[in-house]
């Protein structure tokens, strides 16, 4: 029987505050953030929206593209996996967080709704630090830049 593990997010949802860019001690960037999700279905009996409110942490080059680009209330989408870590709180009771580790972050509105003229490109993480216990083989750096649509005519567009 073949070993099979997969861990694998992708969510787009609307950020909940302004992002804030942080270094670890040994000066590594980190973001932490909370984007809000639509679920499919809102409430049966009042028909309003529903969303799911997913923490997220991104490292080095994610987390400064991140905080450069995207500010409260800017759709995202983002790619990771998840993470479940544990640690002790002042009161000596054992805490549980569930947080998606961001690999990659795309622009979801337009350079016009955004505000902000950016490159369309996904950022990848460099490794997650060792003392965070997970390592990440991703090491390389794509900084692709996505085609400029903005002088492409609708005769040129295929459907």
């Not at 639509?38 to 994610?62: C, H, K, L, Y």
Request: overall charge negative.
């Amino acid at each position: 029987m073949a070993n099979f593990n997969l861990n694998k997010v992708i969510i787009g949802g609307r950020l909940t505050a302004e992002p804030e860019l942080r270094t670890t001690n040994s000066q590594v960037p980190v973001v932490r953030l909370t984007v809000a999700v639509n679920r499919r279905f809102g409430n049966r009996d009042t028909e309003q929206p529903q969303a799911d409110f997913i923490n997220v942490v991104a490292w080095r080059s994610t987390a400064e593209f991140i905080s450069r680009y995207f500010h409260k209330g800017s759709s995202i989408c983002l790619s990771g996996s998840i993470q479940v870590r544990n640690y002790t709180d002042q009161s000596g009771q054992k805490r549980y967080v569930t947080e998606v580790v961001a690999d990659e972050a795309y622009f979801v509105d337009s350079k016009s709704e955004s505000g902000y003229s950016a490159p369309a490109t996904p950022v990848n993480n460099d490794s997650v630090p060792e003392e965070y216990g997970m390592l990440n083989d991703n090491n390389a750096y794509q900084n692709q830049t996505a085609p400029a649509f903005d002088d492409v005519t609708e005769d040129e567009l295929p459907f």
